[in-house]
């Protein structure tokens, strides 16, 4: 796994550093909204939607330069749903990455805020492409049929038990639409042909659901270290999972089947779409 | 002012049917979420923002048709502006419009949830201009050096008494963003030239402060029916405004003031600006 955990470091440094230039040029804004927001972005995630942006286009041809402000964007976009995600009207977390929440840091109020002004930062720094349809894709993948319903349809599911249908059109929403948008707006900015843009929207699909299965085998089996945060967070609020609804070792071959299969969709890049083939493995195998 | 009504009236009829369309082309969205969202997108607002980017649009030579999607998204985004600051970590307001706050009928989350929808599919229907541009303008209306800015200063100034200087801050980035913003937004899709995109800034500047000043004035003056809500809750807040620092005569001296200067700011536009002059006069002579 080394050299993926390579190759995600070196996209993560060139993300924070775009990141950085963002907050610099923002210098009218107040500096008590800007904190939380930094707080909650620059908080050691993996930055792995910035990577499948990063790579998507490198895969195709393209270079970070173009594609770094759909890649700065999917991270802001990624970070404003946690804060809002961890409220204390949705899932009430005072953990995140081994750190209290936002608003346990700085207040609801202000955890809304920085949520809302990461989100709405996002739409500029992604226009940055100067691509009216790259915002468009970042858009839908967050919106109604993305991130956000998602995230409604999950309310609307705690306490009760889900088919393995309804949990996949779930995660399907709730994470895998900015994975697999992450996946598109890098090999559309990096000059993808229909075909690859094809392949590359399957392997975002299905690495987008080998991510949340693994997600859930974690929130299970993890460390607590590892992933800063409690686990066993899903079952304490009711929510249907795969390992529940499956059992893990059944969680685990479907998850595998996923990895596969997104590899399969590589066929037509040959040896440069090795490093995409390994970030479909460590998907499922990191242990955070 | 019953010519600038009947304005008003048509492009926020024309507003809402493109509102609609966009509505019945996310038929993936969960309807949960739809609900909440249409519940406080079509209350009965004045849909001001989508008249001054309509009319800026035909001030300038433009058409309703390619400007409707900038008008739509700065309404979405005025939306979610209004039930994230009604939630009860921010002004905990009960009614809006007349009505039940958004929080109040569909609970906290969910209101959450709407607003962030809100907001992510303006994003979504602006890009439909296909011009990155809008986008940018937009962000930057609604972002951290414009409306969400705004509330941030607006919270750490409660129980705080404000300089005249500071309450001009707060509402230029507060409502005075989006209201230029629009303004801009219709200029640039009608094809504005520079000089013709310079006069419009002037007078969206001009016309936002005045519209605040207007609005601090009705919540001391106005009935409680033409409102909606509360009058006298920002005294209740403890907010500063234009007639507790200046008196009620110096703050509408001062509104008049900023009217008289928007319309000079149209003088290039001869016989065809006498829509937004009565505009100008609108904002301050409204009784909501």
Same mark, same amino acid.
């Given at each position: ?13 060139k993300?924070? /550093?775009?990141?950085?230039? !963002? ?33 998507? $286009? ?7 330069e173009?594609?770094?402000?759909? $890649? ?11 804060? &809002? ?28 805020? $920085? ?16 691509? $009216? ?18 995230q409604?349809?999950d ?14 059109? *779930?995660?399907? !929403?709730?994470?895998?639409? *900015? ?16 075909? /690859? ?14 991510? /949340? ?8 089996t ?14 304490? &609020?009711?929510?249907?999972? !795969? ?14 089947? /996923? ?22 493995? !460590? ?6």
């Amino acid at each position: 796994m080394n050299g993926i955990e390579d190759f995600l470091l070196e996209k993560a440094r060139k993300t924070e /550093q775009a990141l950085e230039g !963002y907050f610099a040029s923002w210098n009218g804004a107040p500096a008590e909204l800007a904190e939380p927001m930094r707080y909650s972005l620059f908080a050691g995630g993996k930055r792995l939607r910035p990577g499948l942006v990063l790579g998507a $286009a490198m895969l195709v041809g393209g270079d970070d330069e173009s594609a770094l402000p759909a $890649a700065c964007a999917m991270e802001m976009i990624h970070t404003y749903s946690l804060i &809002h995600d961890d409220l204390p009207s949705m899932d009430d977390d005072d953990l995140r990455r081994g750190r209290p929440t936002c608003h346990k840091a700085y207040g609801e109020a202000m955890a809304i805020l $920085a949520g809302d002004a990461l989100l709405t930062m996002a739409f500029d720094v992604a226009a940055q492409t100067g691509d $009216a349809a790259i915002v468009r894709e970042i858009a839908h993948a967050a919106g109604v049929e993305g991130m956000v319903g998602g995230q409604v349809i999950d309310l609307m599911s705690e306490d009760k038990p889900l088919t393995v249908d309804a949990l996949r059109r *779930l995660h399907s !929403y709730k994470t895998g639409a *900015l994975i697999r948008g992450s996946v598109r707006c890098g090999a559309m900015l990096g000059g993808a042909n229909a075909e /690859q843009l094809a392949a590359l929207t399957a392997y975002g699909e299905r690495i987008g659901l080998a991510f /949340q299965i693994a997600d859930d085998i974690l929130n299970v089996t993890g460390a607590e270290a590892d992933m800063g945060k409690p686990v066993g967070s899903d079952e304490a &609020h009711h929510k249907s999972t !795969y390992p529940a609804l499956l059992g893990l070792e059944e969680a685990r071959r479907l998850a595998g089947e /996923q990895v596969a299969s997104a590899i399969v969709a590589l066929d037509g890049f040959g040896a440069e779409g090795e490093t995409f083939r390994d970030l479909a493995r !460590y998907v499922v195998e990191r242990r955070k």
